[in-house]
């Protein structure tokens, strides 16, 4: 499968944990995406790399969480001291950028976070 | 936060009819691409439409862009129980290129 594979699918931990999430995106493709989704709600931007920089951070990544991707492959998002209000999908996305503008977006199936 | 609506917020058929949703968005774009998202799952692009586009054709879908009234519409013809999901609009924005999603249309087809 060459796809964008995250991991795990789902989680459930309690109020104050700490929890990562691992994306990986499609091999050759530098740009990766996390986005979240809540119930209902389209997803929203939460952070993007450019190979190992991460470029952007929306207001949504507050200061408990934090997103690397070493060597410009895999990455992972940590939510440090997590609240109820983080339960959502953390949805991890790659593209391939170059010159190409339209920048088409390739989705992981996601993973599920419950906070109780 | 999001920066498009979506309309309708939901719309049920029966398998055959034909599905119109829309979108709206608040900014100039390059281009809008619908999304599909089954329950629970991630997002699978449907189809890119560009700016300089009136209309796209994609199998039984349809897509058409007014950049003057910031708004696009996806047509499914000839709807399948398969097609139930929910249907997302999507721009790019930001210097990430990120995507601006609209709120999305949950769509079910009854058999």
């Known amino acids: 499968d060459t796809g964008v594979s995250q991991d795990p699918r789902h989680k459930i931990t309690k109020r104050g944990q700490n929890v990562t999430f691992r994306c990986d995106p499609i091999?050759?493709?530098?740009?990766l995406y996390w986005y979240r989704q809540t119930l209902g709600q389209g997803p929203e931007f939460l952070t993007y790399?450019?190979?190992?920089?991460?470029?952007?951070k929306s207001r949504l990544l507050s200061d408990r969480f934090s997103a690397e991707r070493p060597k410009g492959s895999f990455s992972t998002l940590e939510i440090q001291r997590t609240e109820q209000g983080d339960s959502a999908m953390y949805l991890c996305a790659s593209s391939p950028g170059g010159r190409d503008k339209n920048y088409e977006q390739y989705f992981g199936p996601g993973t599920r976070l419950t906070v109780t | 936060s999001q920066q498009g609506e979506e309309d309708p917020q939901a719309l049920s058929i029966q398998e055959g009819e034909n599905a119109t949703m829309n979108c709206s968005y608040k900014t100039s774009i390059n281009n809008l691409q619908w999304y599909r998202q089954n329950s629970g799952r991630g997002l699978v692009h449907l189809i890119l439409i560009r700016s300089n586009e009136r209309e796209k054709h994609s199998g039984r879908l349809r897509v058409t862009l007014d950049t003057s009234k910031k708004s696009s519409s996806l047509l499914i013809t000839a709807s399948r129980a398969a097609d139930t999901a929910s249907y997302f609009c999507?721009?790019?924005?930001?210097?990430?290129?990120?995507?601006?999603f609209g709120s999305g249309t949950q769509l079910t087809v009854l058999p």
């Open positions: 091999s050759e493709h530098n740009r």
């Open positions: 790399f450019q190979n190992e920089a991460q470029l952007e």
């Open positions: 999507a721009h790019l924005s930001g210097s990430a290129r990120q995507l601006t």
